[in-house]
């Protein structure tokens, strides 16, 4: 009995001993291998052509360290991502909608660095940024690509000069918020706001196109991402006389309904609401200015705060209207223009507004946004209080400040009424019409002077 135990005993370490061996084999082999694994995953690439630039973003699994640099003969950019690999294919994109990528090609590198080279039509200046997840979207690698004679002028960039006193049009910049990458906030039904709100501003488009003596410009005119310093650039570069950017954004109590409209504050937001709805859109990017290089330091703070206020005053008239006839076609969420800090209301001589159209986090307000009859209804709304600020405060110079206005007399009209419908003196509409009493007719046509 004891010699058989002790046998038993023998070959049981002997059997505990090769065990050991083995899983000690295999522990040395995942070690080995482990490196090859290690790392995140490219699990997608998008592509946002843009009018003078183009967005790639590669959606990630997790942060990951990148290199950046450019080569010539032909012109190529080179992008290593380190311990990362590529998931699945590369998709297939559209290059023929850009003028910058030819293609793009990639291989796992040796050192477990994944690289992918962009074959260019042209020379490009790249810049490269990574995103933290926010929203539906992960972590992400951003690179836009600008054409490197826009993107580096060899001399600056001229500031706006007074425009000349001739008959012209009135421009009325319309921005569209969000784009590309950019969703905006959504809907419980998978609504975006950035799909909704550029369809808003192009029916608005249409409306300004056929009014006379205005016209349209768009700062978004497709589905791609522009920074919000820029967008209020080109308002002041194509010297705008209105700033609306169009917005439907969400809150956190889904019971929130109704449009607002905004205007800037210095002093912060003037409700919960309004306090974070101006923080979700300054996520986004960083504004304004004026020439003050030959003021000292006390006069530029004086001429900007002068500026600064009569734009402020300009955008609240203007503001007030649209607000005004909004609520003839949507429940209003305040009664009164609010004021916020928000980046793309930041010009200093551009009147500049905000409109939010509805809380798109709302399902009832998001079905309605969704339609293109409400849709309209709404770009209505926003040009009848355009055109009835423009008619009142036409800018010196503009074809609607030069041509002459015109009221025909309805059964019950006054000139008192009248005067004070146009905001002029009842005198000043007696020597423009030639009257020399207060009696007048049905049907006939006063000219009325401009203040």
């Given at each position: 009995?004891v010699?058989?135990?002790k046998?038993k005993?023998?070959n049981?370490g002997v059997t ?5 061996q083995?899983m ?13 694994l290690a790392?995140?995953e490219?699990q997608?690439v998008?592509?946002?052509p843009?009018?003078?630039?183009t967005?790639?973003?590669?959606d990630l699994?997790g942060p990951?360290d ?10 190529r950019?080179?992008?290593d991502l380190?311990?990362t690999r590529?998931?699945?294919?590369l998709?297939?994109l ?13 291989a796992?590198?040796?050192?477990h660095?994944?690289r992918?080279?962009?074959d260019l039509?042209s020379t490009?200046?790249p810049?490269?940024?990574?995103l933290?997840?926010?929203g539906?979207y992960g ?5 836009d690509?600008?054409?490197s004679d826009k993107?580096?002028?060899?001399t600056?960039e001229p500031?706006?000069?007074p425009r000349l006193?001739?008959s ?5 910049a319309i921005?569209a918020g ?6 905006g ?5 998978g609504?975006r706001?950035?799909?909704v709100v550029?369809?808003?501003?192009r029916?608005?488009?249409?409306l300004?196109?056929?009014?006379p003596?205005?016209?349209p410009?768009?700062?978004r005119?497709?589905?791609?991402y ?6 209020v650039k080109m308002a002041?570069?194509?010297r705008?006389d209105?700033f ?8 956190k109590n889904?019971?929130?309904h ?6 800037l504050?210095n002093?912060g ?13 300054n996520?986004?990017?960083m504004?304004?200015g004026?020439s003050l290089?030959?003021k000292d330091?006390?006069l530029?703070?004086v001429?900007v705060?002068?500026v600064k206020?009569s734009t402020i005053?300009d ?9 005004k006839?909004?609520g003839?076609?949507?429940?209003l ?6 004021q916020a800090g928000?980046r793309?209301?930041k ?10 159209t509805?809380?798109i986090s709302n399902?009832a307000?998001e079905?309605?946004l969704?339609?293109s009859r ?14 009835a ?7 010196p110079g ?5 041509a002459?206005?015109r009221?025909?007399?309805?059964r019950g009209?006054?000139?008192s009424e009248?005067?004070?419908?146009y905001?002029?003196?009842v005198k ?7 009257l020399h009493?207060?009696k007048?007719?049905?049907?006939q046509?006063?000219?009325?002077p401009?203040?």
């Amino acid at each position: 009995m004891v010699h058989n135990y002790k046998y038993k005993e023998k070959n049981k370490g002997v059997t505990m001993s090769t065990w050991s061996q083995k899983m000690i084999g295999l522990l040395l082999m995942a070690m080995l291998v482990a490196p090859a694994l290690a790392g995140e995953e490219v699990q997608g690439v998008r592509m946002w052509p843009a009018p003078d630039n183009t967005r790639l973003v590669f959606d990630l699994s997790g942060p990951v360290d990148h290199s950046l640099f450019t080569l010539n003969a032909p012109d190529r950019i080179v992008i290593d991502l380190k311990d990362t690999r590529l998931k699945g294919k590369l998709p297939n994109l559209d290059f023929a909608k850009t003028k910058n990528i030819k293609r793009i090609r990639f291989a796992q590198r040796d050192d477990h660095a994944l690289r992918f080279v962009l074959d260019l039509n042209s020379t490009v200046r790249p810049k490269s940024f990574v995103l933290k997840p926010h929203g539906e979207y992960g972590h992400r690698l951003v690179i836009d690509l600008y054409e490197s004679d826009k993107a580096t002028p060899t001399t600056p960039e001229p500031r706006p000069t007074p425009r000349l006193q001739r008959s012209r049009d009135i421009i009325i910049a319309i921005d569209a918020g969000h784009g590309g990458e950019d969703p905006g906030a959504i809907g419980r039904r998978g609504t975006r706001e950035k799909d909704v709100v550029l369809a808003i501003a192009r029916r608005l488009e249409a409306l300004v196109r056929k009014e006379p003596g205005m016209r349209p410009l768009m700062i978004r005119d497709g589905d791609y991402y522009v920074g919000l310093k820029s967008r209020v650039k080109m308002a002041r570069r194509k010297r705008a006389d209105l700033f609306i950017s169009i917005h439907a954004d969400a809150f956190k109590n889904h019971r929130a309904h109704g449009s607002s409209v905004f205007v800037l504050s210095n002093r912060g937001a003037t409700s919960e609401v309004a306090r974070f709805l101006a923080e979700s859109e300054n996520r986004s990017d960083m504004i304004g200015g004026v020439s003050l290089d030959d003021k000292d330091d006390l006069l530029k703070l004086v001429l900007v705060d002068m500026v600064k206020n009569s734009t402020i005053e300009d955008s609240h008239d203007v503001a007030a209207r649209i607000l005004k006839d909004l609520g003839k076609v949507n429940h209003l969420h305040k009664s009164r223009v609010e004021q916020a800090g928000f980046r793309v209301l930041k010009s200093t001589d551009v009147p500049s507004i905000l409109v939010e159209t509805a809380f798109i986090s709302n399902p009832a307000e998001e079905r309605k946004l969704r339609g293109s009859r409400h849709q309209q209804a709404l770009a209505q709304a926003m040009m009848k209080g355009i055109r009835a600020y423009f008619r009142d405060n036409p800018p010196p110079g503009s074809r609607i400040a030069t041509a002459p206005r015109r009221h025909v007399i309805s059964r019950g009209d006054t000139l008192s009424e009248i005067a004070q419908e146009y905001q002029i003196p009842v005198k000043d509409l007696r020597r423009e019409n030639n009257l020399h009493g207060d009696k007048l007719k049905v049907g006939q046509v006063l000219t009325i002077p401009w203040s």
